[in-house]
């Protein structure tokens, strides 16, 4: 039982590290590559994701699953912010 709790503790902050980026995604996908401002969307949520990571129990070994998360809602959000401008 506690393992479960475990695991689904674990797949809950992956999810939350994709929902927090979508949005950040969708924001850098306006901003000029490499600029200060997509800088700030790429990276922002990392001590919010970090600080999630260390209060949930989870050790440094999972920091690539969460990396991963966040990658996937930059992408997402930059991919939802492509299509949007496309049909305008």
Do not use: D
């Not at 590290?17 to 490499?34: D, E, M, S, T």
């Not at 700030?40 to 998360?69: A, D, E, N, Q």
């Not at 930059?74 to 991919?79: N, P």
């Amino acid at each position: 039982m506690e393992m479960l709790r475990y695991i689904l503790s674990l797949i809950g902050l992956i999810l939350l590290a994709v929902a927090i980026n979508v949005p950040l995604g969708y924001l850098r996908q306006n901003c000029r590559k490499f600029s200060l401002a997509w800088y700030f969307y790429v990276h922002i949520s990392i001590p919010v994701i970090v600080y999630l990571r260390i209060k949930g129990g989870f050790s440094w070994r999972f920091i690539p699953l969460t990396l991963l998360g966040a990658f996937a809602g930059q992408f997402i959000g930059g991919a939802i912010n492509r299509r949007r401008n496309k049909n305008e």
